[in-house]
Nanobody, 111 residues
C-alpha cells in the first residue's frame, strides 16, 4: 500500500494550494479518505473526510468554506483544494486510508 502526497509549498496569506494524494495497493474506491494535518508542537488533527463515492464530505470547523476535499476514483487520487490560506494553516498535511498514511507534505503560509 502506498499513499503519496504532493502539492505542498510556501504560499502567502490569502493564497491557495492544491494537495494531491495518489494511492495504490488497495481498492481505493471502496474506502473513505481523510486529510489530516500536524502543526509543530501540536497533535495531528482531522481536516476533511470524503466518503467512498465522493458524495459526502465533512470538514474541521476552521477550514469549512475555505478547503474542499474531492476524489477521482478512476485515478485513485484524493485532493485537498485550500483557498484563503492563513498562517495557522501551516502544518504537515497527511492523507489517510484505513490505517495507512502517506509521508506528508509541508504547507507553510507566511509573508
Amino acid at each position: 500500500v502506498q499513499l503519496v502526497e504532493s502539492g505542498g509549498g510556501l504560499v502567502q496569506p490569502g493564497g491557495a494550494l492544491r494537495l494531491s494524494c495518489a494511492c495504490s495497493g488497495f481498492t481505493f474506491s471502496s474506502y473513505p479518505m481523510t486529510w489530516y494535518r500536524q502543526a509543530p508542537g501540536k497533535e495531528r488533527e482531522l481536516v476533511a473526510i470524503i466518503d467512498s463515492t465522493g458524495a459526502i464530505t465533512n470538514y474541521e470547523a476552521s477550514v469549512k468554506g475555505r478547503f474542499t476535499i474531492s476524489r477521482d476514483n478512476a485515478k485513485n487520487t484524493v485532493y485537498l483544494q485550500m483557498n484563503s490560506l492563513k498562517p495557522e494553516d501551516t502544518a504537515v498535511y497527511y492523507c489517510n486510508a484505513i490505517h495507512y498514511w502517506g509521508q506528508g507534505t509541508q504547507v507553510t503560509v507566511s509573508s
